[in-house]
Each structure stands twice: as structure tokens, then as C-alpha cells.
């Protein structure tokens, strides 16, 4: 699986990107205002079969979404300019996103549509909508007052919803009308007298019937139901902000609690493989270069220097009626993307289960021992830039790991803020900066390297003292409390003193 997003961190509030102080609670926390900021434009889905042997086919899709406008409420989402121009330099089609994407609502969109198409108090909240059933409106109303019972007109060029939506407004302001979607873009309407009309209201062919309505308003989300109920493995690359999403969109809004949001993921897809987890283990355990995308991970587990001519490695094929990714590359399109993730992981576990066994590796290896070697890696979920490497969507997170913080002291050099002490040490290591008092600030990196390389090229710099963050002697809360102990100490003793004097 693999999705694309209006957005994928949200600048508001201030200090809404990740940071290397966050824990995967506070990060979460942060991650969780942006899912309900952006949107899903495309979900790719490959899925692969082991249709003999050791050969996989693959049918990948791709699924452009977009919210649905079914109903009294609006969907609201924002659009980051970066990721906007990302997709686009790579060919997104923002028009078929717009005009032609599936459309999807959570449970509880659901709910409400429902309850009101129940009550009769449905709306149409669409302008362009609105415009199209006042005219589709007007044209049933000039031909019903000369019409005959029994007799037909044709209402062309509806869309999407508008079926729908000109189908539910026409049969609620005229009891002497009924409707039929004919396919096509058309609706067929019909004069009827009331006794008809009530029958046919009772008919179970009514396509205007809730179950019909709140199917077509589901969209997307029937296919996500679908995989759940599946429970097939759900393979992804760094895909902490794709399961977001998935339970953000299609199941529930994101739950405030952190481990609340862990159980659900985990009840919704029991099995989860994060790519980027594999191989980053990869890169300590075999000869495997530190590659950054997806598609790099790929063509290098695809080179001959890695697998030389293995007979065993699984052959992965794509199904002929989706055989376009075998003739051209498609970077960041989701169908593509969800194509590498799989073929990655059969490689990966490939690689893994030819380190892990002293004699030569069986003819056709099972998916089954591909998943025996991986269970190290099912449900961690890849952790970007933080205290912990991976999400553990089946237990606890592991404690958080990661060198130690370093205080700078500033001196003879005023009004220096949290950015510009980024940029001075920028140059010779990556640091995250958090301000501690007026003349100190934190620096924390991911890297044991960086902590000793600051320490020993600042030793004798002339405004910036670099040294070893010591709780108990650089925090301010402790130092306030060392300051009102000493006062309090000092008061007691004078009051000693003064009350035992004759």
C-alpha cells in the first residue's frame, strides 16, 4: 500500500514538525493535526499472489479519492504548496483527482448521513450541484403539468451524486413523480398517481433506497472494509502517516491517545511490514548501501552485485493487464510506489533467509519462511528522526535510545535565538535546538559521531561553551528549587539563631 497527500506536515501550530526531542506519543500527537489537516489524493494497492512456486503476479492500482460532498456536511481540507509542486513535478493529475476521485467517508460521516437521510432532512450542499438540480427542477415542472400518467422524460448530464441528489429532491417536492437511474448520466422520470408511487416506494429495486445511497456515499471505504476483514499482510514504506490516514478517512477520526490509535491499527490490520524497518537492519547485516527512496532500495536489491544469479529468489511478475510499471518507471504514483513496497520486501526477506541459513537456501522458498524470517520486523513501524527506532503496533514501544543532549552556554555574544544557534552548528552536524534559559540552549542529535565531533571542535571556541547536559546541574526546575531551598535553609537557620538569643 502506498498513498499521496495534499500535505504532509502542517506548519500550524509553531513547532509542529517533527523534532528529534519528540517521543512517539508527542509525535503522534503533532502527526495527528496534520492528518486532519491534508487529504488523500491516490492509494495504491499491489497485490501480490503466489500463483506457483517461487513466482509472484502482481495486480497493481491506482485509486484517486476524493472527500465525499454527499450530504449537510463539507469536508474541509488544506493544501501545502511544497507537496503540490512535489506531485506535479512527478505528473500527478490534479484534474482526475478533482473531477473524477472515488469518493469515501469514516464511520462517523456515515452516521450522520444516514440519520439525516432517515429524517428527511437531507441537503445538497454543493453550489454546482444545487445549479443542476434547480435546472433539472424546472425542466420536470414544466413537463408534468401537461403530461399523461405513465408518460417519461429523460434528465441527462447528471454526475456522480447529482444522480442521486435529482432523484431525492424531485420524489420529496412532487408526489405525482417517480425516478430511475438509467446509467449513462441519465435519470428517467416518470408521472405516476399516488397509489402507484406508494408501491413502488415499497419496491426492493428502489435504487434511492439509504442502503444504496450510503453505498455509492462510501465509496473507497468499501474496498478499505474489504481489507480489513482480509487480513491479509499490509506491507508499506514509512507508512506511520499512511495508517493515519487509513483510520482517519475510512474508520474512525484519529482517537486523541496515542496507544488508543496503536490498539485500533492493530485490530483493523493484525500483520503490518514497514520496508524501511527491513532494511534499515539490512544495512547492519549485509553489504547493502545506504540508498534514501524507495525506488533506490529497489534497483538495489534488483543488481546483480547484491543477488548474483540466484535461482531461488522469487520471480516477480506483473499481470498482464497491468503491465505498464514493467515498461516504464512512475516514481511517487501510489500504484507504482505499493509495486516497489512489495517487491522490496519479497527481496529483502529473500536476502534475510539466505544470511540466516548455513546450507544453500530450497528450491522454491514459502512466503511462510519469508514471514518466519521477518518476525522480527511485523508490526514495527519505521520512526523518523526520534528517541525510538520503530512504532511496536502489537506491545510497548521500546525505550527511547539516543546520545545525549549537549548544553551550549553563550557568552559575549546577546540576542542569539534557537535558529541561529541551528545555523552555526548546521555546517558541521545535524542538530534539533531547544532553548533552556537565557544564555543556554539543548542540542540533540541522532548520531553519537555528531556529540563527540561538537565537543571536541568547540572546546576553545570564544562565545560557545559546549558541554554534556547534566539534569541536576543545568536544569532550570531544578536550579529554582536548589534556589528556594537555599533561601528557605537560610531564613530557618537565621530564625534559629535569632529565636535561641537571651
Known amino acids: ?282 544495512w547492519k547485516k549485509c553489504p547493502f548501501p545506504r540508498v534514501s527512496n524507495l525506488l533506490e532500495v529497489y534497483a538495489v536489491l534488483c543488481s546483480s552485485n547484491l543477488n548474483p544469479k540466484d535461482p531461488t529468489c522469487p520471480v516477480i511478475a506483473l499481470a498482464s493487464d497491468c503491465s505498464r510499471y514493467a515498461e516504464k518507471k512512475s516514481p511517487h504514483e501510489a500504484g507504482y510506489d505499493a509495486f516497489l513496497c512489495g517487491s522490496v520486501l519479497l527481496k529483502s526477506a529473500h536476502l534475510l533467509l539466505c544470511r540466516s541459513t548455513d546450507d544453500a537456501v530450497e528450491a522454491h522458498p514459502s512466503f511462510s519462511q519469508y514471514l518466519t524470517v521477518l518476525a522480527e520486523y511485523v508490526n514495527k513501524v519505521n520512526f523518523i528522526r526520534g528517541g525510538v527506532s520503530s512504532i511496536n503496533f502489537s506491545g510497548e514501544d521500546a525505550p527511547c535510545q539516543r546520545p545525549p543532549l549537549l548544553v551550549v552556554h553563550v557568552r559575549g555574544w546577546p540576542g542569539l535565538n534557537e535558529r541561529q544557534i541551528y545555523q552555526e552548528f548546521k555546517a558541521l552536524c545535524r542538530f534539533d535546538v531547544r532553548w533552556l534559559s537565557k544564555n543556554q540552549f539543548i542540542l540533540l542529535s541522532n548520531k553519537y559521531k555528531h556529540v563527540r565531533r561538537v565537543l571536541r571542535d568547540y572546546k576553545h571556541h570564544p562565545h560557545l561553551r559546549v558541554s554534556l547536559y547534566r539534569h541536576w546541574r543545568h536544569s532550570p526546575r531544578v536550579n529554582c528549587l536548589l534556589q528556594v531551598s537555599g533561601i528557605v535553609a537560610l531564613w530557618s537557620l537565621l530564625a534559629f539563631v535569632l529565636g535561641g538569643a537571651p
Not at 54 to 72: C, I, R
Not at 195 to 211: A, K, W
Open 1 to 282: 500500500l502506498d498513498m499521496e497527500f495534499t500535505g504532509l506536515h502542517s506548519t500550524f501550530p509553531q513547532n509542529n514538525e517533527p523534532s528529534l526531542f519528540d517521543s512517539p506519543a508527542e509525535r503522534y500527537l503533532k502527526a495527528r493535526q496534520s492528518v486532519q489537516r491534508f487529504t488523500v489524493t491516490q492509494l495504491g494497492l499491489a497485490i501480490f499472489s503466489n500463483e506457483n512456486s517461487n513466482k509472484y503476479v502482481v495486480h497493481s492500482y491506482n485509486f484517486f479519492l476524493f472527500p465525499s460532498t454527499l450530504g449537510v456536511t463539507d469536508v474541509e481540507f488544506t493544501l501545502s504548496a511544497c507537496s503540490i509542486q512535489f506531485l506535479s513535478h512527478y505528473g500527478f493529475d490534479y484534474n482526475k483527482f478533482l473531477k473524477d476521485g472515488i469518493p469515501y467517508m469514516n464511520e462517523v460521516q456515515e452516521k450522520i448521513l444516514s440519520q439525516h437521510l432517515l429524517a428527511g432532512s437531507w441537503k445538497v450542499s454543493s453550489a454546482l450541484d444545487r445549479d443542476v438540480l434547480k435546472k433539472a427542477i424546472d425542466e420536470v415542472t414544466c413537463w408534468i403539468a401537461a403530461a399523461e400518467e405513465e408518460e417519461t422524460m429523460i434528465l441527462q448530464d447528471l454526475n456522480g451524486y447529482q444522480m442521486f441528489e435529482v432523484q431525492l429532491v424531485l420524489r420529496q417536492a412532487l408526489q405525482n413523480v417517480w425516478t430511475q437511474p438509467l446509467g449513462d448520466k441519465k435519470v428517467m422520470v416518470k408521472k405516476v398517481s399516488p397509489q402507484h408511487r406508494q408501491v413502488l416506494e415499497n419496491s426492493p429495486y428502489d435504487h434511492c433506497q439509504e442502503e444504496f445511497i450510503l453505498l455509492s456515499a462510501r465509496g473507497f471505504t468499501n474496498l478499505f472494509q474489504t481489507l480489513v476483514k482480509a487480513k491479509k499482510p499490509l506491507v508499506g514504506h514509512n507508512m506511520l502517516m499512511d495508517l493515519m490516514h487509513l483510520h482517519d478517512k475510512f474508520y474512525k477520526p484519529l482517537p486523541e491517545s496515542y496507544e488508543e490509535f496503536k490498539r485500533n491499527i492493530h485490530h483493523l490490520f493484525p500483520v503490518l511490514i514497514d520496508t524501511k524497518t527491513v532494511t534499515k537492519s539490512i
